[in-house]
């Protein structure tokens, strides 16, 4: 194939703005798929992205598409819509040479759109403005292409506009792609030299990794980990798996390489001849997990069954990380990393889903840095391995915490709510532009720990669900930071210690401890629940028993009945935990920790 005659491109989109359905009829009008009657996607796989509607897996597409009398090979890299995965994003962008900006005609801009730009911008390809669902009532093609103006300072003439769904303007897009995005400038002469950027597991095959081949054409190809493979199979995605003698320079394409475990695919990585290892191309940062949790099994005899299940499913998601954790209150159990809380919630529901597994999941934390005196560091990635009050008085030099650089687009007349909520998550503003004369984009830098717990949700209260959100890390800083410790009838409960801001700690104690005494309020027996700070009581509730109410109803009577009735409770409580002796119901818990 001429490599003139090649494109690698992708879509990028916030969620639902519609690039899956695009992705669908650029494949039906290459025929790559024919129509289809049930509507469903061909790019989005898993049951949990289908259902959630959001693609997680990035998943590309080989087409060929003939155009002024030449047969094009177009390569469809696609990209995950949500902010947990910018990191998916940008290493599926380094091997596109253009990208669709996709953005719908009724809602605009939106906070992930801004993020995905400046995704594309920093790769340095070619952006081509796309206005989607222009056959929507409530669409207005020509505001969004004078924001898309405003904010990117693309000329409003040059968006296409089109609608996904009734394939309106659709034929404009791929000879739009042919014309402004570049082909690849690789060297079919040179030595291979491919780069991966997207790695699965098939239960058929083992891995499967995704690369965009550089240079050469070559079925030999060795990592520049220094570790030897042999390609076993290689071919194009068409849009699934399909084998061809060779890949070569400018083609996207998949190599089976034998690798036993996902892990030994390093995303980023650059493959080349064995004989010439050369210059890796510039890598990508791993993912790193920025947000932190516990998992437990409900019943502590699902343990290994559990264990079985969190190492499979990790197969396919490469960017957890495990680590086997004991918890007092808990028990076995393990601490998870995840890219953000959307990652977790999804790993959480998949686990449920598709192993049938009855987990309980502790709040999530973010990493937390701390500078000791005598010049030692330590990461903490649960709240227990935070240092006590006396130590950080005695010890400490300084707590850093993971900070974002968040962008956020709304309609105007939430402004002041939305920069309260900010202000009170301890934010700092950086940006406030208005899009048009209703949508203001504000950006703020705020901490990591802020925005994992409620934030998100407090965004669409306030603005009925139109706020859109997304954030970017933005290094470390210096916090002053304590742990609070919950204790039930003065036993500590390490599942529930959590770290606050000092500014936040009384509130958030006195909070803590009110919600505990109503998600604790059907026990049998009297508690005391505290919150603590070092040494110092900061709240405190008590509860008394129930039991009396049970029984009570039977006037101290027939024995019998009394034991029926204590039975009829023990049932009441198969999915629950016992947490520091209390028995906690898993969907009261999981509640409970996603509120901060
Ligand atoms: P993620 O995978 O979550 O990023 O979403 P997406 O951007 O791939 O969006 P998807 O293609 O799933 O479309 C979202 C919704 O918009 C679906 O209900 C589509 O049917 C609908 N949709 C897509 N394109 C159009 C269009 O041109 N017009 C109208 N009216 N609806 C559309």
Not at 33 to 62: H, M
Not at 141 to 162: D, K, M, N, T
Not at 361 to 366: E, G, L, N, R, W
Request: hydrophobic share 40%.
């Amino acid at each position: 194939f001429d490599i003139g005659q090649i494109r690698n491109f992708s879509i990028i989109a916030h969620v639902d703005h519609g690039k899956s359905t695009l992705a669908d009829r650029l494949l039906e009008l290459s025929q790559t798929i024919s129509k289809r009657k049930d509507n469903k996607q061909v790019l989005d796989k898993l049951k949990v992205e289908r259902e959630r509607g959001i693609t997680v897996k990035a998943q590309s597409a080989s087409m060929f598409y003939d155009y002024k009398g030449k047969r094009y090979l177009l390569n469809l890299i696609d990209t995950p819509g949500h902010m947990d995965f910018n990191f998916e994003v940008s290493r599926s962008l380094a091997a596109c040479q253009g990208t669709l900006l996709l953005v719908d005609a009724a809602q605009g801009i939106q906070a992930q759109t801004v993020a995905n730009f400046y995704l594309a911008y920093g790769q340095d390809i070619a952006i081509i403005p796309v206005i989607n669902k222009i056959d929507l009532p409530a669409a207005d093609p020509e505001r969004v292409a004078s924001q898309i103006e405003v904010a990117f300072e693309l000329p409003a003439s040059e968006c296409l506009q089109i609608s996904a769904k009734s394939n309106l303007n659709v034929d404009q897009i791929l000879p739009t792609i042919i014309e402004n995005v570049p082909s690849p400038s690789g060297n079919i002469n040179k030595p291979f030299k491919a780069l991966l950027f997207d790695s699965w597991y098939d239960t058929y095959v083992g891995v499967i990794c995704l690369m965009a081949v550089i240079d050469g054409r070559d079925k030999i190809v060795s990592a520049f980990s220094e570790r030897r493979y042999e390609v076993s199979e290689t071919g194009i995605m068409y849009p699934e798996q399909t084998p061809s003698s060779s890949l070569q320079a400018g083609q996207v394409g998949y190599f089976v390489l034998n690798m036993k475990a996902l892990s030994e695919s390093h995303v980023g990585d650059t493959f080349f001849d064995h004989k010439h290892i050369g210059t890796p191309m510039p890598g990508f940062t791993p993912a790193k997990p920025m947000v932190w949790a516990g998992i437990f099994p409900i019943d502590t005899a699902d343990f290994e069954k559990l264990d079985h299940s969190i190492a499979k499913l990790t197969l396919s998601d490469s960017s957890v990380v495990i680590q086997k954790e004991t918890s007092t209150a808990l028990g076995q159990g393990w601490r998870l990393g995840f890219l953000g809380t959307l990652h977790m919630d999804v790993f959480r529901q998949r686990l449920e889903q598709e192993y049938d597994a009855n987990i309980i999941i502790t709040a999530p934390t973010v990493p937390y840095k701390i500078d000791y005196r005598d010049g030692t560091q330590k990461l903490i990635r649960n709240p227990t391995e935070f240092p006590d009050l006396d130590e950080v008085n005695a010890k400490v030099k300084s707590v850093q915490e993971p900070m974002v650089k968040s962008t956020i687009i709304f309609q105007n007349d939430c402004l002041g709510d939305i920069m309260v909520l900010c202000g009170s998550r301890r934010g700092v503003q950086l940006e406030h532009t208005y899009l048009d004369e209703n949508r203001v984009l504000l950006k703020y830098r705020l901490p990591l720990a802020e925005v994992v717990t409620d934030f998100h949700d407090e965004l669409k209260g306030i603005s009925s669900g139109f706020a859109s959100f997304d954030y970017e890390e933005d290094g470390y800083d210096d916090a002053d930071l304590v742990k609070m410790n919950i204790t039930l009838n003065s036993k500590p409960v390490d599942a529930l210690s959590i770290i606050l801001h000092r500014s936040q700690a009384e509130t958030v104690s006195r909070d803590w401890v009110k919600r505990l005494k109503a998600l604790l309020s059907r026990q049998l027996f009297e508690i005391v629940i505290q919150a603590t700070i070092g040494n110092k009581v900061i709240a405190r509730e008590g509860l008394s028993a129930l039991r009396k109410n049970v029984i009570a109803k039977c006037y101290g009577g027939d024995v019998s009945r009394k034991m029926k009735l204590l039975n009829k409770q023990k049932e009441g409580k198969k999915r629950m935990k016992a947490i520091g002796g209390v028995e906690v119901s898993q969907e009261a818990f999981y509640d409970f920790m996603s509120k901060k």
